[in-house]
């Protein structure tokens, strides 16, 4: 095992090294640094263009460049990157990655993560319904996904949801006939997915389409959306709810125990709603962060409380249970900063952003620029999962099917276990072996293609440096970005083929 | 991957019973000839192909192609006198005015030059982008793929390191350069450079196949018959794994036109004068508030032309894939069922009424 790492190791190094001198010796031959001074009409151009010779070594063939770019690079294992400087504008070019690099993981990891939960619980719903309505529905809906060209989204994106909501929020009343559209629409998808005979479907569909019927009126009446909030009612019903789906996924709703625990999780939650508040008041990302651990240790304390026979499977109900509610009071916290947020006088009622990654000259407290960066991640993430979405439905998809025609699921189907059991236990953690493998080189892709959904909503990420670089002349800023993204690529293969010994027994490394 | 059909004879009951009827459904039919048959009743596949025909056949005929004449009657570059205010479509589909085209069906840009023409012109930019990018990385791929599966060793080594390194690099950072290095290039450039960087993931598939097919025994008789290796992976080994191949081409293309309205939206790719799908988008897409036609037409081309060749991919995987059963489903089987009980209940009925007489 150990030598196949080192190998694998050593052969990923040589492909890196392979593929940043091509495109440094590439990016060389294409940029003019000159291209100025050509035109210039300067008395002293001779001396000039001599001067730039000089600073950027330019009478050096470019592989011997590469070697002392190499050099700088090579620093990093000991602790003094040098990936050169921006000659333009004299900056570091690893002070310029540092934070552009954030800004791109940012939106990058979390359109992922919503990307793989909402296309991967869509993907499973509709193979467990092949052939219905819902599957032939979702199989279009993610082939028109994942025909969408990014930037063309990104514009619609722009002009409807941020520029109308926007303009909606001016007087937040929603008509009527939309109200009762979108409850009928919502309810027939959730009937669809649920499926079942006529009878369960028409009920499915009171009341998914009644909730939302309700939901929708109530946001209309109040005009909840210009003081938005969810108190510690709404928060406590909620989290009961939440915890009954978690532990009929988890445990199934026979397991008493893992049911009780999972709901005291929930109404413990919301009574703690009222002193977290005082805490909440000098709140930092390590608090925040600390709180959530705090949550999901709360929640395995209170399964192993309840105890029983399995103790473990009540802990994990009650810990999912515990950080699903510790979100839905981070959510309200958020809630109650967003009138302030809204009517600052840098926003002027206009919150969602279309461009940039935070609005310049914003003053408030941690609530109000935590809002402003969901603000202005809504749109691109929305952009970027609308399109990976696509792509983890149909691998779900098709993955489960594959695992639902194997022999151990009928195996497990004949010794009589539930379905929930069939399904969750034997039949989706096998569906995720393959998946597993997609998410790494998935993220290396959504990478490279980041350089689109930055420069179309305008955010200082590293895709924005590369192009400003190629725009400028400059090489350094073009290789560090092709350097990063090289790298997760390269790290990305290595990871799923390791991930993949790990998870299926039958794959063997050979050392 | 080769269909590998269980003997023909037919098994005599249980579960088998259901794979003999499907047997007897492909009796004394070609492989082609199953394939075929499959991909025609795939709807999607279908609707696909013939919205697809109809595209192609209508960008290609209207404002000509080269030097052959179009049918319509303008082209994408002149310019003539905005008939409506900003250009408006003068399409439309019903309402007071009934149906009529008008003379600028999709509308003018803003010095009066046809829309209807340049999305056509967008349309064959495009479309001959995504078919040269798509046959070129394929030859490549399979190439490629096809000597390191069959030779394995030390050639398979260095091809998928090759490989590898070609994955590393984002296929939008070599456009980009390459754009910047050549400045505007025409479509015919611009394709031949993406497919020589999009053919690595068929490639792997290539080579994962035919590792798989050299260990079988068709090779191995193939070799004892005195074939060459040339003639092996040729004759022997492509035709099996042409399912995967196809379909993985109808991949490619479709990501070929989205890859192709990036590189242009980006300012790398096809550029003005000349028109592609992605750059009448880049052009347009400040006009969305004020002449909405502009962005809209280019985008729904786009859309549609991606969406068929996926379908198309779809039904083409469906056809190809051995496995692929056709499960009816819980609605198909009640209504078999009825059938079953309706015959059944006329049956005894019809018999009751014949036992007397009998």
Redesign the interface.
Known sequence: MFSFILRRFL??V???L??TF??YV??A???DPLENLRQSTAPNKEALMEARVEQLQLDVPSPIRYLGWLRGVGGCFVGQCDLGVKWTTNESVIAVLGSSIVITMRLVLLATILAIIFGVAVGIASALR???GFDYGI??LS??L???????VA?LLK?WVAIGFNDFLVDPVIAPVVVIATSAVIGIIWAAAIGGDGRRRLAVFAVAGGATLAVLGYISATQWLLNPGLGPVVIGVTGVGLAVVVTLLSAGLRNKRALYSAIATALLGAALWWPLQFLFVEATTPLILGLAVVAVGVGVVIGYIFGGPDPGISARGAAITALLVALLIFVDRMMSAWYAYSNSSVIGGRPIATIGSQTPGLHGNFWVTQLDTFTHLLLPTMALVLISFAGYTRYSRASMLEVLNQDYVRTARAKGLTERTVIMRHAFRNTLIPLATIVPLDIAGV???A??TE?IFGWPGMGTM??RG?GANEVEP?MA??LV??AV??LA?FVADLVYAALDPRIRVHA | MSISLPPPSLPPEGEHLENAIELKEVEGLSQGQIVFRRFIRHKGAITGSIVLGFVVLVAITSIGWGPIPGWWRWNYTQTATVLNPGGRPTLSLGGANGWHLGDYPFGQDEIGRDMFARTMRGIQQSLTVMVIIGLLSTAIGLTIGAIAGFFRGRIDNLLMRLTDVFIVIPILVTGAVLGKLVGGVGAIALALGLGLLSWTGMARLVRGDFLALREREFVDAARVAGASSARIILKHMVPNAMGVIIVNTTLLMSAAILLETALSYLGFGISPPDISLGNLIEQYQGAFTTRPWLFWWPGMFIVTIALCVNFIGDGLRDAFDPRQRRIPTARALRRTDKAAARMAARAASVGRIEEPGA
């Open positions: 052969s990923s040589a492909v890196l392979v593929a091509l495109v590439l990016v031959f294409a940029v092949q052939y219905s199989t279009f082939f028109l994942y025909s969408l060209p990014t930037f063309w514009v002009q990478l490279g293609g350089v689109i420069r590369f192009l190629l073009v970005f092709v993204v090289g690529a390269v293969n």
